[in-house]
């Protein structure tokens, strides 16, 4: 029976869904986020067809751009992409708008009201608003607040906030932002965005475990003996240095994309596909994990900070050097760390996450390793008989791959591992969305359920709280190891699971 249909309550997501006239506001339009990833991503909508008529972006930042000036921008910005889709970018760009807001000024928050009501007339958008801070994690509260002073949050059906990672520095700081926020607006209308939730391959996992009969029974302790999560990059800190040198690796990607892939494989069974069910486990099992060593931290933690390396004709800086960064930083680019999650189903198996800037391989990828068979009836062709793994590839090359031992061929009995694949792009051949092109859509659609809650991102941040503050209070016990530009991090790093007989997987 199809439950869905008996509970008229309910949200039934399986479903394309149509976004209704709507009129996206973003905040630090000005920025880098603007146009890598905003405006790029609503394109594709639009080019997708799913964008409605009604439909207009009011850019804001302080600069005293005109609507003009901000099309050209955007324009420039998305050459190539342009070059391509003419007609449809003209189309489009006139749906641009810009207004020079200062966020903490009441002058021009009342300006833009008016401006938006302008546009509601002009572009029918009847008072449906997205607002998207993308703006310095500062200016949060402050924004949240002049909107809601001036009316603009007061509809939960029609106005809706997006807010942009870093929620908080710690535990503390996000409780108290989510006590701000949720002054301004309810927990519905409020949208806290990270956009590794937004890949399809994070998404399949939820499918992948819960679609399937074969996985479920054998996704536990019984079955399971670790599981790895990375997230490796090769791109240094770019120009970002002044908001990295104050956020590092824990904060920039554990904290949000890495924990919400421990989430989402290890949370339990929702009830029911709906945004509240669904966020309930995943708060449920972040509740349940900690750090392997709560009391010594720096036990179960490695950090690490690139230095020079690359080849000759490829030399890449240490970090240190880059832009705008500390010559005696402590910024770590590179985090590694051995976690528990203390229920039922995961009790004493190791979580080893990591991630890293200047690694040798951009690779984003959850590996589930089973337990050995009892008993070795044959000898294996590379020496020890390989353990089964469940690779889950996020990024690049997405999709999954399960390796199991077959018999060598020959004579003898000898076993070797393989591996059975499914590629996305070979399945599907689908162009892939880092994130933003679904969660923008989600967002203005008023779905939930790939959006952090408050409760996941305060647990979130507990997790992690021993090592803030060991960070904080005592940083020479954590120390930064270098690591050459283009390896793997620090060596540091594999002895954090060396001590359990085990290899970090070099994919
Ligand atoms: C961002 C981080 O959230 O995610 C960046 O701030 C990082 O430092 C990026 O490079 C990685 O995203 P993706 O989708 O390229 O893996």
């Known amino acids: 029976m199809d439950i869905s249909a008996t509970n008229p309550l309910r949200v039934d997501l399986r479903q394309e869904r149509v976004i209704t006239p709507q009129c ?32 207009a972006v009011v850019g804001c930042a302080r600069r005293s751009w005109s609507n003009d000036e901000f099309r050209q921008r955007m324009t420039a910005a998305l050459s190539k992409e342009v070059e391509r889709n003419k007609t449809d970018w003209e189309k489009f760009s006139k749906n641009l708008f810009y207004e020079s807001v200062d966020i903490e000024s009441q002058e021009d928050v009342i300006k833009l009201k008016n401006k938006l009501e302008e546009i509601d007339k002009l572009m029918s958008t009847h008072g449906n608003r997205t607002f998207y801070l993308s703006v310095s994690p500062k200016f949060y509260s402050t924004a949240c607040q002049s909107l809601a002073q001036n009316g603009l949050l007061r509809d939960p059906k029609r106005n809706r906030i997006v807010i942009e990672k870093p929620f908080g520095r710690d535990f503390s700081s996000a409780q108290q932002l989510n006590k ?39 996704w536990n302790r019984n079955y399971i003996s670790s599981v790895q999560i990375t997230s490796a990059e090769t791109v240094g800190v770019e120009d970002r240095a002044g908001y990295y040198e104050s956020s590092g690796a824990l904060r920039d ?111 984003s990828e959850i590996v589930l390793t089973f337990r050995e068979a009892p008993v070795h009836l044959f000898d294996a062709a590379g020496g020890t008989p390989t353990p089964n793994q469940l690779i889950l590839r996020i990024q690049p090359n997405e999709g999954a791959e399960f390796r199991f031992e077959v018999k060598s061929p020959g004579s003898g009995m000898r076993s070797r591992p393989v591996e059975m694949e499914f590629s996305y792009d070979e399945s599907f051949g689908e162009p892939f969305d880092d994130g933003y092109v679904r969660l923008l859509a989600d967002a203005m659609l008023g779905d939930t359920t790939l959006f952090t809650r408050s409760d996941e991102v305060e647990a979130a941040w507990k997790l992690y709280t021993p090592l803030l503050e060991l960070i904080e209070d005592s940083p020479w016990q954590l120390p930064i190891y270098q690591y050459e530009a283009r390896t793997w991090g620090p060596s540091e790093a594999d002895s954090l699971l060396a001590q359990d007989q085990l290899l970090w997987r070099r994919p």
């Open 180 to 218: 701000i926020v949720q002054s301004c607006a309810l927990e519905n209308q409020i949208f806290r965005i990270d956009h590794y939730l937004g890949k399809e391959t994070v998404q399949n996992i939820l499918v992948l475990r819960f679609a399937n009969s074969i996985f479920e029974p054998i």
């Open 24 to 55: 996206l506001v973003i905040f630090g339009a000005s920025g880098d986020l603007t146009h890598r990833k905003l405006i790029p991503a609503l394109f594709e909508l639009f080019k997708q067809r799913r964008l409605p008529s009604e439909f």
């Open 253 to 363: 990607m554990v904290q949000n994309h890495l924990t919400q892939m421990l989430a989402i494989t290890a949370m339990e069974p929702p009830g029911h596909f709906d945004p509240e069910a669904i966020r309930n486990e995943k708060a449920k099992v972040l509740q349940a994990a900690s750090l392997a060593n709560e009391l010594e931290p720096w036990k179960c933690c490695v950090r690490g900070q690139y230095s020079e390396g690359g080849s000759k004709t490829n030399k890449i800086i240490g970090y240190r050097n880059e832009p705008g960064v500390n010559a005696n930083s402590t910024t770590e680019t590179y985090v590694a760390m051995k976690l528990f999650i203390n229920n039922w189903r995961w009790q004493g198996v190791p979580f080893y996450v990591r991630t890293g800037k200047r690694l040798a391989k951009r690779i």
